[in-house]
């Protein structure tokens, strides 16, 4: 596991430039409207890094956890940036679909959800790592369970009171 | 709160969630006496599923595009940028928002490319784009937009080029493809912008529908040679190549197989983009398929070499076959350069349509008469060096028998193959033939050397026969020095050889 984790951090560079640069790629390519895939994203990245060296991926799901992982790590270092360039101005909220949360809430505060997820995984490491690859990956119930090595049903339950749980911490944290 | 409550508190979550919603509200009473904290948090943990059912179900990127795009959301429209006045915002392109501005000093009018951060902040990429820059900036061709220069403004930098109004093929291919009239005009101006580039060492990199404009006045204008740079030449160290190995640059789905790789890259990937370029025009497709999944898919087989060739002919055979030879996988198969590729587009805009996508029937005969021929030569030579073999001592005459067996089976079954080929699938001949033909060379010439050898050990006691198989090992070294290439040349099977039409 120490193994592991040491090759996820020396790799997260180079996926994450792929991915920073494939995304702004993709971005400035597509119509306007429309959202990007994740998963057309991870699928490219992957491709082209498998290319490159082969030996360097244990697996599609090795993959997947770092790339999860490098996206968080861009969103959240973009949100601060844009937070910085307004200088004590409000904090950038990512718009959602309206409709999605009832309470008339309809943003996503990128940082103190990150915040969370770091309060989360010191609670429950799985759990924050299966958020990281759902909501910053972008994988489907069944890629998270295969990436993470459990059900699909077990990666439902957590991921319904993770979400819960994140929800809550957010409100209190936008209320204080 | 630390691990171990959490679990206590997943636990009864889910075991509250699994009972209707009546019961839940009592189920959690009992199980929490005693415990008002616990109550609390299981409490609010459901007021809080049930609230926000769905939350995050969006992953981040969908949601938080324009982050990623960045600091380029700001618009410099109305503003002064150093002598510039900018009008209006016309575009974003690959590095960056374009905006239409006026020069004051020259008085005209121009497009300006504010680059992107990554650009700017990092010496390496900076570096590498002031000299793609310098070398584009030395390109004046009418089908190239001009680039006057690469300004640096309070620490920001600016690309200044031609304006070029008009509507990208992109926008043309909304409305689907290109009629013939059309279509050959458009490809004969594009190949003109890639030979001029490629006579000075300049290599596109990305081209695409994106990339190319139809000017008002219809003059064909091929954009953002801006990503191109000067190939390495061998006096060149290696540290001056600044392009990082391994990192493709260029929009996959048009990038050569070798591009998308991160191999070295030159005119010939161009070429295969050109290719795919001309399959969409001339369908209105991709030829690769509709979603990204499906083409990400063909180029990983591409790159493979798991599959060669495209699955359906266009409707004009004369262009059929030079798209074809752009988008072959191996890049010495396809044409070396965009003027290679313009003399065959050339041609086919003054013959109108061409002829079919076949080879000719007289050249191609002569070139299967000379595979049989020497397939049947091949094939005899095993029982003649079995005739002789007990004149030589015996280890070594069952080792030239088991040698020139060996040999002419491999030979003969190439040979065969692409008779076959050409009888079945002529389309796929040249790229086949490419393939075997080093293998046949291999073959043969060993074959020719067993034969000497055997016809050496020979002579003196049976001068005839050593003079017979001497014979022959000369003619299968002269029929693969000299008519093997004479009739594959004439047949038009060679891939950089005058084609066949």
Redesign the interface.
Known sequence: MENDRQSVDSLLPIVY??L??L???Y???ERPGQ????T??V??AY??LM???PGRWQNRAHFCAIAAHS??Q??IE??R??NA?KRGGPR?R????EG????GERS?D?IALDQALERLA???PDQARL?EL?????LTVEETAEAMEISPATVK?HW??A??????EL?GNSQA | ???AR??Q??HL??QT?ERDAGSRESFLRERTTGDPELYQEVR???D??A??E????????????D?????AAESLTGKRVGSYRVLEEIG???MGVVYAAEDERLRRTVALKAL?P?YTRDPLRRERLTREARAAAALSHPAIATIFALEEIDGELYMVSELVRGKTLRDELAAGPLPPSRLVPVLVAIATALEAAHEQGIVHRDLKP?NIIRREDGQIKVLDFGLAQTPSRPNVQASTRLTER???LG??GYMAPEQ???GDVDARADIFAFGVLAWELATGEHPFGTD??AV?AR??EL?EGRATGLSRALPFPGLDRIVRRCMRARPQERYPTGGALLADLRELERSGDVAPATVPRDAIWWWQFHQTAMAILNGVMPAAVWAVRRWITLPQGSFLFLATLMLATVSVTLRLNLLFTSRVHPSMLVEHRARLFPAIVFADALLAATLLVTAARIAGDHDEVAALILTVAVVILASLTLIEPATTRAAGLLPGGPKAG
């Not at chain 1, 959202?35 to 994740?38: G, N, R, S």
């Not at chain 1, 990512?94 to 679909?97: E, I, K, P, Q, R």
């Open positions: 430039q792929e920073r640069r995304a702004a790629s971005l400035r390519r959202t990007l895939q994740p057309a994203l699928h490219e491709l082209r290319k490159d060296k996206m968080r861009i969103l973009r949100a940036a844009r360039q950038h990512v718009t959602l679909d999605l949360l009832a309470g996503i990128l010191t609670l429950d958020v759902r909501f910053f990956g972008g339950r319904t009171i979400s819960a749980w994140l929800a809550r409100e | 709160m630390n691990s959490w679990q508190i997943n979550f889910h969630l609010t943990l459901l809080s599923h609230r926000t769905g939350f995050l179900d969006e992953p981040a990127w969908g949601i938080a595009a982050l990623v795009l960045g600091d974003r392109g690959g992107t990554e994106e391994g990192v493709a929009t996959p998308l790789s991160g990204m999944a990400l180029m990983t790159i």
